[in-house]
T-cell receptor
């Protein structure tokens, strides 16, 4: 059982550059979530997809953030242009069943540093 | 707005002592989940509680869901150094697009 796979594990980039984070959910899971974790704000839900369709993107900070799920086995989170305040650990998680009462399976995360 | 609040934020205990973290919601929750995140790791699902007053045990861990389904607790008996990490509760946010909202977490340090 491969679990949720995220890449890259670490990303260091300069302010203004485009950043793309990738996620492969657990096969068969129908919901996918992108979370951001910082010391100040804790775990924040950015967006979640159900059956590849974005359901709630109210947590996406601003237009610089975008997420896609072109198929059931792949999702991306893009930041363009990146800013230092975007520095955080970004987690992808997937679940099977109702998104509000099913266990989340998290990937190892991508630690993003924007200088 | 609806929140899931967790206390304490930090807890230091001597190995062998007990530990409890509390989770409170401003509204009734249909269920509550608990996760553990080791330092440098990712959150890992521990358990889900659904019924009012429910109590579940996993070895030295005891999870409880309040009668009003607005609060929950995690109690660890006789902590070990392997218990180190941050414990999060998570409950569903009401609204047209319900999804889990995480508490701020309790960071547990176990001193040998």
């Amino acid at each position: 059982d491969a679990g949720v796979i995220q890449s890259p594990r670490h990303e260091v980039t300069e302010m203004g550059q485009e950043v793309t984070l990738r996620c492969k959910p657990i096969s068969g899971h129908n919901s996918l979530f992108w979370y951001r974790q910082t010391m100040m704000r804790g775990l924040e839900l950015l967006i979640y997809f159900n059956n590849n369709v974005p359901i709630d993107d109210s947590g996406m900070p601003e237009d610089r953030f975008s997420a896609k799920m072109p198929n059931a086995s792949f999702s991306t989170l893009k930041i363009q242009p990146s800013e230092p305040r975007d520095s955080a650990v970004y987690f992808c998680a997937s679940s099977l069943g109702q998104p509000y009462n099913s266990p989340l399976h998290f990937g190892n995360g991508t630690r993003l540093t924007v200088t | 707005g609806q929140q899931v609040m967790q206390i304490p934020q930090y807890q230091h205990v001597q190995e062998g002592e007990d530990f409890t973290t509390y989770c409170n919601s401003s509204t009734t929750l249909s269920n509550i989940q608990w996760y553990k995140q080791r330092p440098g790791g990712h959150p890992v699902f521990l358990i889900q509680l659904v019924k009012s007053g429910e109590v579940k045990k996993q070895k030295r861990l005891t999870f409880q869901f309040g009668e009003a389904k607005k609060n929950s607790s995690l109690h660890i008996t006789a902590t070990q150094t392997t218990d180190v990490g941050t414990y999060f509760c998570a409950g569903p946010l009401e609204g047209s697009a319900r999804q889990l909202t995480f508490g701020s977490g309790t960071q547990l340090t176990v001193l040998p």
